[in-house]
C-alpha cells in the first residue's frame, strides 16, 4: 500500500440523516476483538491509545458541534472509535491515518458496525504531517471543514499548527490531547506554561478547554491525564475587516516572521526580548530600539508576557525597517481568511 492510497470509494456528499446511520459504536471488547483479528497491537511509535468508551467518542462528537451538514477531517483513527460517533451523525468524513494495518482494517469496521455509513466515509494511509491539500482535494474546495480527533499525544501540536497552516479551509476543532498539552494550547500570556504553542495557535483563532477525559477510557491507559480543545478560526469579510469581536485580522505576508519572532523569544524566555533577539536577524534586520519603538513595545519585557497582537506589531515594525533600509514601500497589510 502506498502513502496516499484511499482506501475506501470515494464519498457521497449526499447528505444523510442519522437514523439512516444504522450501525452501533465500539466497547472494549469490540476493539479487543478487532485487534485481535487484525493482529494489531497499540505501538508508542504512532501514539496508539484506543478509546473504548462510547460515551466518550459521543462527548467528543458533541462538544465538536458535528451533525449531517458537517464535514470532518479526522486525524489518527485508530480501531475506529471516534469515526463511528462522527458517521452515526450523518456526517460525512475522511480519516487520515500514518499506520497501514490500522489504516487497511477501518473500512472494514465501517462496513461491520454501521454499513450505511461506508458512503460517506473515506480513509488514506498518510502521516498527517505530510498530508497537502492535494492528498485531500475535498478539503481544499473553499467549503469550510472541521478536525475531530483523538491526536497522537507526542505530535498533537505540531499537527494541529501544520494542518491550520496548509488547510484554509479548516475552521474549527475539537481534540483529544494529553492535559498539559491542551493547557499550553489553551494559556494567556504571563503565565508559567504559556509559550510558543499557545501564541502561534492564538494567530489563528481562539481556543479553549471543553473538559478533561479520564484514562480508564482508553486501551492501553495511558500514563496521563487527557483534555479536550476546541478552536474556532478567525474569519475576516472581504474588506480585511475584522469578525470577531476585536481580534485582529491577520495578514498572512507577516506569519512567518511573526512566528520566527516568537520562537527566538521562547527560545531563551527568562531574558528580556532586548536580549533575546539581539543577535538574530529578521527581514534583514534586527530588532533595535527603533524596531521596539515602532511597535510600542519595551524592550526589557520578556517574550513570556506578549499578546500575539504584540507580536504581530513587533513583526509589521520590523517588516517596515526592512523596507526602509531595502528601499521599498511596504505592501498593503492582506487580511488573513
Given at each position: 500500500?502506498?502513502?496516499n492510497t484511499a482506501i475506501t470509494n470515494e464519498m457521497d456528499a449526499t447528505?444523510?440523516?442519522p437514523a439512516e446511520s444504522a450501525g452501533r459504536l465500539l466497547g472494549a471488547a469490540d476493539i479487543r476483538a478487532i485487534a485481535a483479528q487484525a493482529g494489531i497491537s497499540p505501538t508508542k511509535k504512532f501514539g496508539q491509545n484506543f478509546v473504548i468508551d462510547p460515551g466518550t467518542v459521543r462527548r467528543i462528537v458533541r462538544a465538536a458541534g458535528v451533525d449531517a451538514t458537517t464535514h470532518v477531517l479526522e486525524v489518527g483513527p485508530g480501531l475506529g472509535s471516534l469515526t463511528l460517533a462522527i458517521l452515526e451523525t450523518g456526517a460525512r468524513m475522511t480519516a487520515v491515518e500514518i499506520d497501514p494495518p490500522v489504516a487497511e482494517r477501518l473500512?472494514?469496521?465501517i462496513a461491520e458496525y454501521m454499513p450505511d455509513a461506508a458512503g460517506r466515509f473515506a480513509v488514506i494511509n498518510r502521516d498527517a504531517l505530510q498530508v497537502t491539500p492535494t492528498d485531500l482535494p475535498d478539503f481544499d474546495d473553499g467549503t469550510p471543514f472541521t478536525l475531530v480527533a483523538n491526536l497522537p499525544y507526542n505530535v498533537a501540536t505540531p499537527i494541529i499548527l501544520t494542518l491550520l497552516e496548509r488547510f484554509a479551509d479548516l475552521q474549527a476543532f475539537t481534540v483529544m490531547v494529553q492535559k498539559e498539552v491542551a493547557d499550553r494550547l489553551v494559556a494567556v500570556p504571563g503565565s508559567k506554561i504559556y509559550g510558543a504553542p499557545s501564541v502561534k495557535l492564538a494567530w489563528y483563532g481562539r481556543s479553549e478547554r471543553a473538559g478533561n477525559i479520564g484514562r480508564h477510557v482508553f486501551w492501553?491507559?495511558?500514563n496521563v491525564d487527557s483534555a479536550l480543545v476546541s478552536f474556532t478560526r478567525y474569519a475576516a469579510d472581504g474588506d480585511g475587516n475584522d469578525n470577531n469581536n476585536g481580534a485582529a485580522a491577520r495578514d498572512p505576508q507577516l506569519r512567518e516572521t511573526t512566528f520566527a519572532l516568537i520562537d527566538a523569544a521562547f527560545s531563551q524566555r527568562r531574558k528580556t526580548l532586548h536580549a533575546a533577539l539581539k543577535h538574530t536577524s529578521f527581514d534583514g534586520v534586527t530588532c533595535g530600539d527603533d524596531v521596539?519603538?515602532?511597535?510600542?513595545?519595551d524592550p526589557t519585557r520578556r517574550g513570556e508576557t506578549l499578546t500575539i497582537d504584540e507580536f504581530v506589531a513587533l513583526a509589521r515594525a520590523v517588516r517596515e525597517a526592512a523596507a526602509t533600509t531595502h528601499g521599498d514601500?511596504?505592501?498593503e497589510a492582506q487580511a488573513d481568511a
Open positions: 500500500m502506498t502513502d447528505t444523510v440523516s473500512p472494514h469496521t492501553p491507559a495511558p521596539f519603538a515602532a511597535a510600542g513595545i514601500e511596504p505592501q
